[in-house]
């Protein structure tokens, strides 16, 4: 059973385009996935929203859908935009899946199994290397790259019910992944789930990460873009401006969005207290010398 529409009343989430994305500070949104990973039995899934898999969303129910049986974090300075021009203020923090990821593994001090989905063979293999050296205390276990069959999972969720996996990370690129962790994954298989994205192609050092000056500038979809022309012009060039159109349509009163489900009861919204995570992750990765 996915337990996410259970809680989702619990915590400060505001619309971006119609669809509710939790507003947690780090603090906040460390604690909740390390207690959604912890719990004893149901599964739970965390995705991240972009200004990419907003549009996305608009144009694909079955995904908007989807992502309503998730917890949904945001992702970049799109979002924030949005959030500024509907709500009057940013989300409390960027909380993308390429700096929550490590920052959860280093949050969870006991040992968790930590299974990975998607990437090339060698990517896979770098990523949790990698993973290895910045959280030891953790088992990394690479159970598929991402070419496997998708009409046919059955030999991956066979093998990920034989490994009992805690922490699933799936990386196979948004939509495909969000909607195979929805057809495929259960209680039996893990306990959280989070729909990665790229994150191996970075953690792995295949694919450069953005210096962290470009990051505090929130230029890091420029720094992508030089990296990987090919792939991300059409997301960043085309994609960006025309999330920035929908959203101007919505602010004015010419576009309703999105539909969503009736949204839980957010007045019992729980206050965000402490300061001091480290919310930006350098790359490589390091060991580190303590949990926290």
Known sequence: MNIVPDFGHRHTRRPILGFPVHDLCWPNALALASDLASRPSGHSRIAFMNAN?????LDD??????LEDNVVLPDGVGIDI??????GSKFKANLNGTDFVPALLTYIDRKKRVGLIGGTPEVLAGAVMNFKRHAPWHDFIAVSDGYFDKNDSTPVLERLADLKIDILL???GTPLQEKWVHQNIRDEHARLVLCVGALFDFVSEIVPRAPLWVRRLRLEWMYRIICEPERLWRRYIVGG???LG????????LSKGVRTRPAANDEHKR??????VRSEI???????????
């Not at 129910?61 to 989807?66: E, G, H, L, M």
């Not at 929908?246 to 602010?251: E, Q």
């Not at 206050?271 to 001091?276: I, T, W, Y």
């Not at 790359?283 to 926290?292: A, N, Y």
Request: positive net charge.
């Open 246 to 253: 929908r959203l101007l349509a919505y602010r004015m009163g």
């Open 170 to 172: 799936v990386g196979m």
């Open 61 to 66: 129910a079955a995904y908007r859908d989807i």
């Open 282 to 292: 350098a790359f490589p990765l390091k060991s580190m010398d303590r949990r926290r």
């Open 241 to 243: 401006p025309v999330f």
């Open 271 to 276: 206050p965000d207290q402490g300061q001091g």
């Open 53 to 57: 898999n907003a549009n996305i969303m």
């Open 82 to 87: 949005a959030s500024y021009v509907l709500n």
